[in-house]
């Protein structure tokens, strides 16, 4: 066929299955399961490739058109660029949380409202641990010790300077990370902006906007708000210790200006037609820069009173102010947390048949967001102190960071020792339950096995014991959140107490020397863990085979357009999903059906496809998905994007030529709507009972004649390879060849 994508065939027998894999595939040829193939459309970054012509198994099963749709180099990039997004993986975790949220109007606007004020204090957070390196441990107390920048000609420099001018130059340090993560959030916001569907769908499940609506105008007002708050958290710091020294009428007017930059931050994100309506006018757009261009004109004033005003500073102790600053703001952090979780939790009491917990992923993935913030910011101030005060004597030691960090640290690693405490007992204690269903499983699968696969039995039910795991990692999940936020309120104790080992032993007499024996335990392992993101980025990048164990979540997360944060990395569905939609729109109009297979995550972009295609173009769609994590984790995690309604929608708008395949040893993949045997009549009535299909995994317990081994346990592996994947093929490519002509 070649006919062009505006001209329309009459419809052929002729089938394309067209392959979408999951996240971090190895390339085309692993998708296809040819050794040759060619690209025939798309770019390096994501292409579609079909066997090279000529082959003697060019085809498919039931002699279907063999394409693929690879996509896994849309959320990599360079190692630089692997290795900012471990740093930047706060604000990934948050944009997603974002997602997350209720579908009700008032529930998603709230939700929407704190997730985007959390983003700000992460931002805040940042700052504040950049100004804990170069204003606190630097300018204020290492330039005032001179143990501390002896032999170190790239500090001593700076001794003996006026503590003014040493706070002015050090504050060059945090503003020029600022500066760089703006110009950094600046360069791939437009790289998929060329990429649109072929026709708007009509209004239908919110799922089927993604990909379709230009998030850059949203994303540039939202970079001016977060790079006024970065620099007016800047400000605040210079203030507070300046003010310390005594509050003339400049300090105070400086001061006040700065609290209403960073209140009308607050109210612009939390206002949505400030921010997300109207991309085109330039209003909103004017109002958002002239808030960053005053915060930026400000920093330059504050910069140049502290130069030029004279003060009598009073040295001694950490930087005056910081320590409160960054209490505050942690205690800030918790108490939106709470809030999250209160309107979450009131939206899911409120919803029947459902249980709480499974509403509250945006809870917990802020958490973990907020929590992983903590834990870089504490890391890299309280490493940079260890750097410093290294080889000097008791007498000449500066004081160190803050205590909140300290404070933060405990709470942070008190969270994680609780979860796992926690995720112990409960595999223990559903232990039982879960090898009773596993081993009815097996006996169904495998009712007589012989004696020498007794082995190989054990390790299938050890599968489908571990797989059903997965479903209890709910309540953990919110366990940490309420302990994340707990640990983010308890740092309020450093306005009252020095230490944490101090105020456990007066309430619990638990001796002071083991509480931070612990939390040194919880900074080093906190610590091996930030080096061992670091090495798994490098070789991430280095590695396909690495990339496919470690570049899961970001695969996950960047599959949601950016509407929290706007220093998470750049949504690959906006080009994926419309990408998507014109080959198939172009596939059919030359004439010919399309069967589109999804695996895993692929599942999702290929759901949000379809319900992005015209009605006439879905006529000639089949759908097969298979390891599909859509109700298993998406229907859980994203209420308002996956639901019901939203699953029965894709089942109408391809006749319910829909097949999906799954597995009990699949941890992450299952069911779409009934769990059903093929032996058991279907959970639910209608088309929708013909959907789903259960695979037995493995095929069998012993090796067949022809070979060694017995077959695999395939868990979440693609199925391609399965019989039962090419009679499904071989079934739906029949339904559209009868349904064509």
């Known amino acids: 066929m070649t006919a062009g994508p505006g001209r329309a065939q009459a419809p052929s027998d002729e089938v394309v299955e067209l392959r979408v894999h999951g996240v971090s595939a190895a390339g085309a040829a692993e998708?296809?399961?040819?050794?040759?193939?060619?690209?025939?459309?798309?770019?390096?970054?994501?292409?579609?490739?079909?066997?090279?012509?000529?082959?003697?198994?060019?085809?498919?099963?039931?002699?279907?058109?063999?394409?693929?749709?690879?996509?896994?180099?849309?959320?990599?990039?360079?190692?630089?660029?692997?290795?900012?997004?471990?740093?930047?993986?706060?604000?990934?975790?948050?944009?997603?949380?974002?997602?997350?949220?209720?579908g009700d109007a008032v529930g998603g606007a709230m939700v929407r409202a704190l997730c985007r004020v959390l983003g700000l204090s992460l931002t805040a957070l940042y700052v504040l641990a950049g100004a804990g390196v170069a204003l606190d441990l630097v300018a204020w107390q290492c330039l005032s010790v001179p143990a501390c920048i002896a032999d170190r000609e790239w500090l001593s420099w700076m001794g003996g300077r006026p503590v003014g001018l040493r706070l002015v130059v050090l504050a060059l340090v945090p503003a020029a990370a600022v500066s760089l993560v703006w110009w950094g959030a600046r360069r791939p916001g437009r790289s998929f902006t060329a990429f649109r569907a072929p026709e708007r769908a009509s209004v239908g499940p919110p799922l089927s906007t993604i990909g379709q609506w230009d998030t850059e105008p949203l994303m540039g007002r939202l970079r001016s708000i977060h790079i006024a708050v970065a620099f007016a958290?800047?400000?605040?710091?210079?203030?507070?210790?300046?003010?310390?020294?005594?509050?003339p009428p400049t300090v105070a007017a400086l001061l006040a200006v700065t609290a209403a930059l960073l209140l009308a931050c607050v109210v612009l994100v939390c206002v949505p037609p400030l921010v997300d309506r109207a991309p085109t006018d330039p209003r909103r757009d004017r109002v958002a820069r002239v808030l960053r261009g005053t915060a930026v004109g400000l920093t330059v004033v504050v910069a140049g009173y502290l130069l030029f005003a004279p003060a009598r500073w009073r040295t001694g102790g950490g930087l005056p102010g910081y320590g409160s600053i960054l209490t505050w703001l942690l205690v800030t952090h918790a108490v939106l947390l709470g809030g999250l979780g209160a309107v979450l939790l009131r939206h899911r009491l409120r919803a029947r048949g459902h249980q709480p917990p499974n509403g509250l992923g945006a809870l917990v993935v802020?958490?973990?967001?907020?929590?992983?913030?903590?834990?870089?910011?504490?890391?890299?101030?309280?490493?940079?102190?260890?750097?410093?005060?290294?080889?000097?004597?008791?007498?000449?030691?500066?004081?160190?960071?803050?205590?909140?960090?300290?404070?933060?640290?405990?709470?942070?690693?008190?969270?994680?020792?609780?979860?796992?405490?926690?995720?112990?007992?409960?595999?223990?204690?559903?232990?039982?339950?879960?090898?009773?269903?596993?081993?009815?499983?097996?006996?169904?699968?495998?009712?007589?096995?012989?004696?020498?696969?007794?082995?190989?039995?054990?390790?299938?039910?050890?599968?489908?014991?571990?797989?059903?795991?997965?479903?209890?990692?709910?309540?953990?999940?919110?366990?940490?959140?309420?302990?994340?936020?707990?640990?983010?309120?308890?740092?309020?104790?450093?306005?009252?107490?020095?230490e944490p080992g101090e105020a456990l032993e007066r309430r619990t007499h638990v001796p002071a020397e083991l509480v931070m024996f612990g939390i040194e335990v919880g900074g080093v392992a906190l610590s091996a863990a930030v080096l061992a993101l670091v090495v798994a980025g490098i070789f991430a990048y280095r590695s396909p085979g690495f990339r496919h164990h470690v570049g899961v979540l970001f695969d996950l997360a960047t599959f949601w357009p950016r509407a929290a944060h706007p220093f998470a990395p750049p949504c690959y569905a906006e080009r994926a999903v419309p990408e998507l939609a014109r080959r198939i729109t172009y596939l059919v109009r030359d004439g010919n059906g399309v069967l589109l297979s999804g695996y895993s995550h692929g599942s999702v972009l290929v759901a949000a496809t379809v319900l992005q295609l015209p009605a006439e173009i879905s006529a000639r769609v089949a759908l097969l998905t298979y390891s599909s994590p859509l109700r298993r984790l998406y229907a859980r995690l994203f209420p308002a994007y996956v639901g019901d309604e939203m699953l029965r929608g894709i089942g109408g708008r391809v006749g319910w030529r829909w097949r999906n395949l799954w597995r009990d040893t699949d941890a992450l993949g299952g069911w779409i709507f009934s769990p059903h045997r093929a032996d058991e009549p279907a959970r639910v009535p209608g088309p929708e009972a013909t959907v789903d299909r259960r695979l037995r995994d493995p095929e069998s317990l012993v090796a067949p004649p022809w070979d060694s081994v017995p077959p695999p346990i395939n868990g979440h592996l693609p199925s391609e390879d399965d019989p039962a994947y090419a009679e499904t093929v071989r079934d739906l490519a029949g339904r559209l060849r009868a349904n064509g002509p």
């Open 31 to 102: 998708v296809l399961g040819r050794p040759l193939v060619r690209q025939v459309a798309g770019d390096r970054s994501a292409g579609f490739y079909r066997p090279r012509p000529g082959l003697a198994d060019e085809h498919g099963a039931g002699g279907v058109t063999l394409e693929a749709y690879r996509w896994n180099d849309l959320p990599s990039g360079t190692a630089l660029r692997t290795l900012s997004l471990l740093f930047l993986m706060p604000f990934m975790l948050l944009n997603v949380a974002v997602w997350m949220r209720p």
């Open 233 to 247: 958290t800047l400000d605040g710091c210079l203030l507070a210790a300046r003010a310390a020294q005594g509050v």
């Open 366 to 498: 802020a958490a973990a967001a907020g929590g992983l913030a903590v834990a870089y910011s504490a890391e890299l101030v309280q490493r940079t102190a260890d750097l410093l005060d290294r080889g000097m004597s008791p007498a000449d030691d500066i004081p160190g960071p803050a205590r909140a960090y300290t404070w933060a640290i405990y709470g942070f690693f008190r969270a994680l020792l609780v979860t796992l405490a926690a995720a112990a007992v409960v595999a223990l204690v559903s232990r039982r339950g879960r090898i009773r269903a596993a081993q009815a499983i097996v006996e169904r699968d495998f009712p007589a096995p012989p004696a020498e696969a007794v082995p190989r039995l054990r390790q299938v039910r050890t599968m489908i014991v571990r797989a059903r795991f997965t479903d209890l990692l709910v309540p953990l999940a919110v366990l940490f959140a309420v302990m994340a936020g707990a640990g983010a309120a308890t740092t309020a104790m450093a306005l009252v107490h020095p």
